[in-house]
């Protein structure tokens, strides 16, 4: 520690009027210090103040210079010293520096800013804000032949696509061009995940996206697929998942996704469908996953539904119900859901028998597959009455959806299953299926529904309510006395904020309930007639004019 303490005098005395010589003796041992105890020799550089005297000594002609940055580098390792690194300047000229052709100055450089910058946001922002992120994909053009320099990119890169500002500016560079080509003459492992640490993070931009698909990365990453299948090690295995979620993550952006479809013959998309019957988990889920995001515009919808791909999905969940894979159940469902919501398209799955192999998965007891479960199945009967009416009319289903209404825990699920009993009755209009919900327990949640934060689900529940009423209001009697019916009726009407398609149908059920004794004595009591009698000058005309029918006919039947 003497040696280091006069090595240091030294410094701060040679730094003043220096003779590169002394400068890089000093630096010698200051190097040699650290390497024995970095964290003991780091707190005496601190003490004895040399941070403050090392901007100086960060000249681009000094050869002093990559010791100088390695210094840095080995002094920024302790998270103690990274913000006395901050205030002394270091920041600056290290990034100057960036801009050198000494290959060596350039590693040091980018390993003293990677430290100093490590696990901090606000740093890295500084470091986007002064432009390192162009400058770091030129050098990697560069010196692409440079594996240290390479790995020194590919490390800054993967820290600064973690922050949603840098994408902006990769965007605005060839890093796409650049990182396809180094993946091509990849032929490890580790450099390979190296790579795709940075592609993971930039993918998640839509024009990164597009940009990745014309350097020709999907090739790439088919090519990993195809190597790796059969792989049995544990490094294939990582590879194929990361390659194939890589894969899917480009099909989330439209443009790219719609690139890769090519009107249904791209030949992509061809090699994603053979992945669907594969024996391989981790393709099916990755090929159903690829389907569901084909599956983002009617026209592919149309397209892939015309040309089969419903049974090779419907031959998966086949496969799934003893396995059990909920990923990939969940992934499938997504997809089917998708498929389902051109209207064309709804005829031709329910003749498939799509309905018959989704209602197979009614026992799962996962939440996310019951989510799209519930959702492919109400996307299924919309607008179709006989579909409607036959699953409407399956009374397990029916006691399944009510025992969902309840899912406190699961917000999705419980919304999905109240939305679908609400669509059975909508879409079927059958008095069959009003019974089926009412002696399932159904009326109860529907009532809860209608005071949903959503718009749209309030909407949905008073229809299929008004339904309950016309078709059967003596068995639903009860029900609708037992979940307090009227009284959330007179809320939705007196509260202001409720929209007019809100304020219409209430009016609407209000006169249909009318028929009910045990309910007509409550419209009296709440003196609905007070409430609707206002409405009558509402803005909406549709909302005034059956103001004006629902106070005829309460006054008719006071």
Same mark, same amino acid.
């Given at each position: 520690m003497d040696n280091l303490s006069e090595a240091l005098d030294k410094l701060k005395l040679a730094s003043s009027d220096s003779t590169s010589d002394s400068v890089e003796s000093c630096l010698d041992c200051l190097l040699k210090a650290l390497a024995n105890n970095n964290t003991e020799a780091s707190v005496k550089i601190q003490e004895m103040g040399v941070l403050p005297l090392l901007p100086s000594l960060l000249s681009p002609q000094s050869s002093c210079t990559p010791k100088v940055a390695n210094v840095i580098a080995e002094v920024a390792k302790n998270e103690f010293m990274r913000s006395s690194c901050v205030e002394a300047g270091l920041i600056p000229p290290l990034v100057q520096l960036l801009n050198s052709s000494d290959q060596e100055v350039l590693l040091q450089t980018g390993r003293a800013l990677g430290n100093i910058c490590y696990d901090s946001h606000s740093l890295q922002a500084q470091l986007i804000n002064m432009g390192v992120?162009?400058?770091?994909?030129?050098?990697?053009?560069?010196?692409?032949?440079?594996t240290a320099l390479t790995e020194m990119c590919l490390i800054a890169f993967g820290n600064l696509a973690e922050l949603e500002s840098s994408k902006e500016q990769f965007a605005s560079t060839n890093i796409a061009e650049e990182l396809v080509r180094l993946f091509q003459k990849q032929t490890e492992h580790?450099? #390979?995940?190296?790579?795709?640490?940075?592609? !993971?993070?930039?993918?998640?931009?839509?024009?990164? #996206? /597009?940009?990745?698909?014309?350097?020709?990365?999907? @090739?790439?990453?088919?090519?990993?697929?195809?190597?790796?299948?059969?792989?049995? =090690?544990?490094?294939? %295995?990582?590879?194929? *998942?990361?390659?194939?979620d890589l894969m899917v993550l480009l099909l989330l952006g439209d443009e790219s996704m719609q690139k890769?479809?090519?009107?249904?013959?791209g030949s992509v998309f061809? =090699?994603? /469908?053979? $992945? %669907?019957?594969?024996?391989?988990?981790?393709?099916? +889920? &990755?090929? !159903? +996953?690829?389907? !569901?995001?084909?599956?983002?515009?009617?026209?592919?919808?149309?397209?892939?539904?015309d040309t089969g791909i419903v049974q090779k999905l419907l031959d998966l969940l086949d496969r799934h119900v003893e396995e059990g894979n909920v990923t990939v159940q969940h992934a499938a469902l997504s997809a089917l859901r998708n498929l389902a919501i051109p209207v064309v398209n709804k005829s031709k799955m329910l003749s498939a028998g799509v309905a018959d192999v989704v209602l197979k998965f009614l026992q799962s007891e996962m939440p996310p597959v019951q989510f799209?479960? /519930?959702?492919?199945? =109400?996307?299924?009967?919309?607008?179709?009455?006989?579909?409607?009416?036959?699953?409407?009319?399956?009374? #397990?289903?029916? @006691?399944?959806?009510?025992? $969902?209404?309840?899912?406190?825990?699961h917000a999705g699920v419980m919304g999905e299953s109240n939305r679908l009993l609400s669509a059975l009755i909508r879409h079927s209009k059958s008095?069959?299926?009003?019974?089926?919900? %009412?002696?399932?327990?159904?009326?109860?949640?529907?009532?809860?529904? &209608?005071?949903?934060?959503?718009?749209?689900m309030q909407n949905e529940a008073l229809?299929?309510?008004?339904?309950?009423?016309?078709?059967? /209001?003596?068995?639903?009697? *009860?029900?609708?006395?037992?979940?307090s019916l009227v009284s959330v009726l007179h809320k939705l009407l007196s509260d202001e904020r409720s929209a007019p398609e809100i304020k219409y149908n209430s009016m609407i059920l209000i006169c249909a309930v009318m028929g009910s004794e045990p309910l007509h004595k409550e419209v009296q009591s709440l003196a609905f007639i007070d409430v609707v009698s206002k409405l009558r000058a509402h803005e909406n005309k549709t909302v005034s004019h059956q103001a004006s029918l629902t106070e005829q006919r309460l006054t008719a039947q006071s």
């Amino acid at each position: 520690m003497d040696n280091l303490s006069e090595a240091l005098d030294k410094l701060k005395l040679a730094s003043s009027d220096s003779t590169s010589d002394s400068v890089e003796s000093c630096l010698d041992c200051l190097l040699k210090a650290l390497a024995n105890n970095n964290t003991e020799a780091s707190v005496k550089i601190q003490e004895m103040g040399v941070l403050p005297l090392l901007p100086s000594l960060l000249s681009p002609q000094s050869s002093c210079t990559p010791k100088v940055a390695n210094v840095i580098a080995e002094v920024a390792k302790n998270e103690f010293m990274r913000s006395s690194c901050v205030e002394a300047g270091l920041i600056p000229p290290l990034v100057q520096l960036l801009n050198s052709s000494d290959q060596e100055v350039l590693l040091q450089t980018g390993r003293a800013l990677g430290n100093i910058c490590y696990d901090s946001h606000s740093l890295q922002a500084q470091l986007i804000n002064m432009g390192v992120i162009p400058t770091l994909v030129k050098l990697l053009g560069i010196h692409s032949h440079n594996t240290a320099l390479t790995e020194m990119c590919l490390i800054a890169f993967g820290n600064l696509a973690e922050l949603e500002s840098s994408k902006e500016q990769f965007a605005s560079t060839n890093i796409a061009e650049e990182l396809v080509r180094l993946f091509q003459k990849q032929t490890e492992h580790e450099k #390979k995940e190296m790579i795709f640490e940075v592609l !993971a993070p930039l993918a998640e931009n839509d024009v990164i #996206k /597009l940009q990745l698909v014309e350097a020709g990365l999907v @090739e790439c990453l088919l090519q990993v697929v195809a190597q790796t299948v059969d792989g049995e =090690r544990e490094e294939d %295995i990582a590879q194929l *998942k990361t390659a194939s979620d890589l894969m899917v993550l480009l099909l989330l952006g439209d443009e790219s996704m719609q690139k890769l479809f090519e009107g249904g013959k791209g030949s992509v998309f061809q =090699r994603v /469908l053979s $992945w %669907i019957p594969s024996h391989n988990h981790q393709l099916q +889920l &990755a090929g !159903a +996953l690829a389907i !569901a995001n084909f599956a983002r515009n009617d026209g592919n919808c149309i397209h892939m539904v015309d040309t089969g791909i419903v049974q090779k999905l419907l031959d998966l969940l086949d496969r799934h119900v003893e396995e059990g894979n909920v990923t990939v159940q969940h992934a499938a469902l997504s997809a089917l859901r998708n498929l389902a919501i051109p209207v064309v398209n709804k005829s031709k799955m329910l003749s498939a028998g799509v309905a018959d192999v989704v209602l197979k998965f009614l026992q799962s007891e996962m939440p996310p597959v019951q989510f799209k479960l /519930l959702g492919t199945l =109400r996307m299924l009967i919309d607008t179709q009455a006989e579909a409607a009416d036959q699953l409407g009319t399956n009374g #397990k289903l029916v @006691e399944r959806l009510v025992e $969902w209404c309840e899912a406190k825990d699961h917000a999705g699920v419980m919304g999905e299953s109240n939305r679908l009993l609400s669509a059975l009755i909508r879409h079927s209009k059958s008095k069959e299926v009003v019974r089926t919900v %009412i002696q399932g327990g159904g009326v109860k949640h529907l009532v809860t529904m &209608a005071t949903s934060e959503h718009m749209i689900m309030q909407n949905e529940a008073l229809v299929a309510l008004g339904l309950i009423a016309s078709l059967d /209001l003596v068995a639903a009697e *009860k029900d609708f006395v037992g979940a307090s019916l009227v009284s959330v009726l007179h809320k939705l009407l007196s509260d202001e904020r409720s929209a007019p398609e809100i304020k219409y149908n209430s009016m609407i059920l209000i006169c249909a309930v009318m028929g009910s004794e045990p309910l007509h004595k409550e419209v009296q009591s709440l003196a609905f007639i007070d409430v609707v009698s206002k409405l009558r000058a509402h803005e909406n005309k549709t909302v005034s004019h059956q103001a004006s029918l629902t106070e005829q006919r309460l006054t008719a039947q006071s």
